[in-house]
């Protein structure tokens, strides 16, 4: 698996975690994802309006293992 889909897979692990979104809904949300033209998967899930900037950023700290101030 390349690095790419590394992200993609362990972001949507932990929004699922957080219970951000279902766990069916992120499987479909990573297949509307390659079919996406945007870069990045975080920019496609806040541009798409899936998930909240606050949501997304607490999901971010977690991946990356650094904590925010929100």
Request: hydrophobic share 40%; proline share 0%.
């Amino acid at each position: 698996m390349e690095k790419k889909e590394d992200f993609t897979q362990e972001l949507a692990e932990i929004l699922v975690k957080h219970k951000i979104i279902e766990r069916i809904e992120a499987d479909s949300i990573k297949e509307m994802f390659k079919d996406s033209t945007k870069e990045t998967f975080d920019e496609f899930l806040l541009e798409e309006g899936l998930v909240e900037e606050a949501e997304l950023l607490r999901a971010l700290s977690q991946y990356y293992k650094v904590h925010h101030l929100m």
